[in-house]
């Protein structure tokens, strides 16, 4: 893995305007764009994405959901995946995920666990509609009753089912995330 760092020095994305992009995630957005072409080009989907913190990326990735038989194997998700890898903690606190198109509601939310700190992105849900790709489908469904939803979501009550929960308050070697 080739680790590519900033030529100029990279503002905190955090004291950035909201909207604004420094000339540097400008650039790793290109490299994102890339990316996700020679994704296609390899048979994948047209996504890519980079994790990035204190001008250093941290991991990079394609989409790799076909080549893996694995729906949750987005371009997002797998960068997420390597960038906690490869510094060994599950939180990316501080960090930037640069991607070439608008993240999915599944790739925000991970994000949103991961703890990015910030969210860059070209293409929007439009164009990934455009392409194919139902994420509209799913912000719709998640902004509608689950009672309503296609798939039944259904919970069912058992004795036990805290039973996790009150092990894991009481736990003593827990990390809390």
Same mark, same amino acid.
């Given at each position: 893995? +080739?680790?590519?760092?900033?030529?100029?020095?990279? !503002?905190?994305?955090?004291?950035? =305007? !909201?909207?604004?992009?420094?000339?540097?995630?400008?650039?790793?957005?290109?490299?994102?764009i890339e990316l996700?072409?020679?994704? &296609?080009?390899?048979?994948? @989907?047209?996504?890519?994405?980079?994790?990035?913190?204190?001008?250093? &990326?941290?991991?990079?990735?394609?989409?790799?959901?076909?080549?893996?038989?694995? !729906? +949750?194997?987005?371009?997002?998700?797998? =960068?997420?995946?390597?960038? $906690?890898?490869?510094?060994?903690?599950?939180?990316?606190? @501080?960090? +930037?995920?640069?991607?070439? $198109?608008?993240? $999915?509601?599944? $790739? %925000?939310?991970?994000?949103?666990?991961?703890?990015?700190?910030? %969210?860059?992105?070209?293409a929007d849900r439009?164009?990934?509609? @455009?392409?194919?790709?139902?994420?509209?489908?799913? *912000?719709?469904?998640?902004?509608? !009753?689950?009672?309503?939803?296609?798939?039944?979501? &259904?919970?069912?009550?058992?004795?036990?089912?805290?039973?996790?929960?009150?092990?894991?308050?009481?736990?003593?070697?827990?990390?809390? *995330?």
């Amino acid at each position: 893995m +080739t680790i590519q760092t900033a030529a100029a020095p990279v !503002p905190d994305a955090r004291l950035l =305007a !909201p909207g604004a992009v420094s000339p540097a995630e400008h650039d790793w957005l290109g490299d994102a764009i890339e990316l996700a072409e020679n994704n &296609v080009a390899a048979g994948g @989907g047209p996504f890519g994405a980079l994790i990035v913190r204190d001008g250093e &990326v941290l991991a990079r990735s394609g989409n790799r959901v076909t080549e893996s038989f694995d !729906p +949750t194997a987005h371009a997002e998700v797998m =960068a997420i995946r390597a960038a $906690c890898s490869r510094i060994r903690d599950f939180r990316l606190t @501080g960090t +930037t995920l640069i991607s070439s $198109c608008e993240p $999915c509601p599944m $790739c %925000i939310t991970a994000a949103l666990w991961a703890r990015v700190s910030r %969210i860059v992105y070209a293409a929007d849900r439009q164009a990934a509609e @455009g392409a194919g790709f139902d994420d509209r489908e799913f *912000y719709d469904l998640l902004a509608t !009753p689950v009672q309503d939803w296609p798939v039944p979501v &259904v919970r069912i009550a058992h004795a036990d089912s805290d039973v996790p929960f009150r092990s894991w308050s009481t736990a003593h070697y827990k990390i809390e *995330y």
